[in-house]
Every structure is written in C-alpha cells, then in structure tokens.
C-alpha cells in the first residue's frame, strides 16, 4: 500500500477533504518561478467540460515535473481543479470586487453547473474524473451581493463563491456532489486512489 501521495492544490478545503477519508498527504506546490495562473486560460469556444479536464491535465504534468526536479520521494500526484459554468459560460476566480459583483449577479435566482476535474498519476498509471453538480441559487438583492463582496470570501473561487461558507444562505437547492462543489469529489477521488493501491 502507498504510504503517501502529493497534493499539487493551494486550496485547504481539498487538503481538508483528503483529511476527511484518511488519506495522508504532503503538499506539493508550484514555486513562485512558475507561471501556474497561465494554465487556467480559457481557449476560444472551448466548453467548460473541457476546460476543467484540460486545465487538470496541465496541472498534474507540472506537478509530476516539479516532483521529479526536486528529487521528491516517488508517490501518486493528485491535482483537481474546479470551474463554473452557466450555460456554457465558464465563470473563473474573479479578477477584483467588481468582477465578483457581475459573476454573483449572473448567478442569482438560476441554476448553474460546477464541474470538477480530478486527475491522479502514479508511476506511468494515469486516471482522471469528472464530477457535474447543479447548484440553484435564490435571487440575490444587490445589498446581500454587496455584503458578500465585502465579506472578501468570493475572492480566489471559481463562480465568486464558496458553498462551504457564507453563500449557503442563498443556495436554495442542491443536485450532486456537496465535496466537488467544495473542489474534491470524495467519492470519485477515492475511487482513483484505491486503483493504485492508497487506502481510504
């Protein structure tokens, strides 16, 4: 059985997450050299299905890279990654306040989606996932937006928002997977990591 795996995430809910279903785990994150924003670009016309899959496969080859040029003990890589998507608008972490306003407002009183990607090498064994979740919202009036802006949480998360946090007072409805809207599907992210031998 493998003793340990890496975690090539900064987001603690994901760290929190392996916790949860007893998986040990050491972070293994991108020095301030590499360009890791520039993996999130969105291509032209791409859906946000692909999207989320692309943008973790370019994240896991550059963990897997930057564990074998730090000369890192060998363990399976996880990386994952979450966006939002309405319709097939794809709604990223949001660049500054007013940009968090526009996304809150985009989702307010509709149902959008939240895919996360979930992708996991060892050896030259790769296996990948993806988990859809619906997520309706109330209708937000602009002092509630405004009041969650302000709050700060919206910054960093895909959709401006964070299901774990504040925002659950104007979730309304729920359909698919809690932990992947959180940005790691437990169950699917189990099942990859018993088919290379972690126990969960």
């Known amino acids: 059985m ?3 795996i890496y975690l090539a995430s900064q987001s603690p809910r994901r760290s929190q997450l392996l916790d949860q279903i007893g998986v040990a785990h050491t972070l293994l994150l991108p020095t301030p050299d590499e360009d890791a924003e520039s993996l999130e670009v969105v291509h032209r016309g791409e859906t946000p299905l692909h999207y989320v899959q692309r943008v973790t496969a370019l994240k896991l080859d550059a963990a897997v890279a930057r564990m074998k040029a730090r000369g890192l ?5 996880l990386c994952a990654d979450t966006t939002v998507a309405l319709g097939r608008d794809i709604l990223g ?4 306040a007013l940009d968090a306003v526009r996304m809150l407002q985009a989702l307010s009183g509709q149902t959008h989606r939240v895919l996360t990607a979930v992708a996991l090498q060892s050896g030259r064994q790769r296996l990948a996932a993806v988990s859809v979740s619906r997520v309706s919202f109330a209708r937000m009036s602009p002092a509630q937006i405004k009041a969650y802006v302000d709050s700060g949480e ?4 895909a959709g401006a928002y964070g299901v774990q946090g504040q925002a659950a007072a104007h979730i309304a409805r729920i359909h698919g997977s809690y932990s992947g809207i959180m940005g790691l599907p437990v169950f699917e992210t189990a099942e990859l990591l018993r088919q290379v031998g972690v126990a969960c």
């Open 93 to 96: 972490k949001p660049s500054d």
């Open 154 to 157: 919206p910054m960093g998360k």
């Open 73 to 77: 003990t060998l363990a399976p890589v």
């Open 2 to 4: 493998t003793a340990f």
